[in-house]
């Protein structure tokens, strides 16, 4: 019988301190309540406590079952910060764009995103694996990941519903990937109703910070062939991105 108890703890822990960041956070947000308001696809105004709130319990979780995953998870989250603050302006999305600005001698926030993110998962990933194929197919793995999640972050709840589904099948598993997994999966699920309610938007910081704890749970519960499927996969959705967010707005519809 598969011991359900430490993935129970891990989602319930990070779904409860990813709460109560929400809940001290509205309470005293650091540079006053309008710094941590933006306006959604159709104009509302939402809150960003949600992305700050469950990157913290993604990377506090996943950096008690492995430290690696929470440095990984934790620059994800920052990367993703810098760009919801510097970028917020910026109309640019996808590599093409942003690394074409670059090739021009700008860096884009995106840029930073990107080569943060990278590097994140490629240190995280010679951590947690042993050989150099596999440290590479780690890091991938990882960022890919955090870029995925933010692709499908488009329409309210789409990303944190990405998380959860995405996260389940490795609850199957045992070991400390279910754990992570189910780290991830719960902050996702204490976010989620305030943002399918257009209360809330986790942004680009909870979107790269649950994804890149999605990646590692993946990482740490799969050998080479799973890690070469899950890069292969994720290499594809990054290669058509525009198509991937075209997609997930067409099915939020209304």
């Known amino acids: 019988m598969i011991e359900r108890a430490p993935r129970a703890t891990a ?10 960041t929400v809940t001290a956070l509205r309470a005293k947000a650091p540079g006053g309540p309008g710094r941590w308001e933006r306006k959604n696809y159709a104009g509302r105004t939402v809150e960003l406590y949600a992305g700050a709130a469950s990157a913290l319990a993604a990377t506090v979780g996943a950096g008690r079952i492995r430290p690696a995953a929470g440095v990984a998870v934790a620059v994800a989250g920052v990367c993703g910060a810098y760009d919801d603050v510097a970028g917020a302006g910026d109309r640019r999305r996808g590599f093409r764009a942003h690394l074409s600005a670059l090739r021009d001698g700008e860096v884009t926030s995106g840029a930073v995103k990107l080569f943060g993110v990278s590097a994140a998962g490629l240190v995280a ?3 947690l694996k042993e050989r150099p194929v596999d440290k590479l197919l780690a890091g991938v793995v990882i960022a890919g990941a955090a870029h995925f999640v933010n692709l499908v972050d488009v329409r309210p709840g789409r990303a944190a519903a990405a998380v959860l589904a995405l996260g389940a099948p490795g609850l ?5 990937g279910a754990q992570i997994a189910a780290t991830a999966m719960g902050a996702a699920a204490a976010v989620l109703p305030d943002d399918l309610g257009e209360r809330a938007m986790i942004g680009d910081t909870g979107a790269h910070a649950l994804g890149a704890a999605l990646g590692a749970a993946v990482v740490a519960g799969n050998g080479r062939a ?3 499927a899950h890069a292969a996969a ?3 959705a ?3 991105g525009d198509k991937v967010s075209e997609a997930v707005r067409a099915s939020g519809a209304r």
Do not use: H, K, M, N
């Open 11 to 20: 989602f319930g822990l990070s779904a409860a301190l990813t709460r109560a």
């Open 125 to 127: 990933g010679a951590f």
């Open 226 to 228: 799973g890690l070469v």
């Open 238 to 240: 990054a290669a058509y």
């Open 234 to 236: 994720l290499v594809a």
């Open 172 to 176: 199957l598993r045992e070991g400390p």
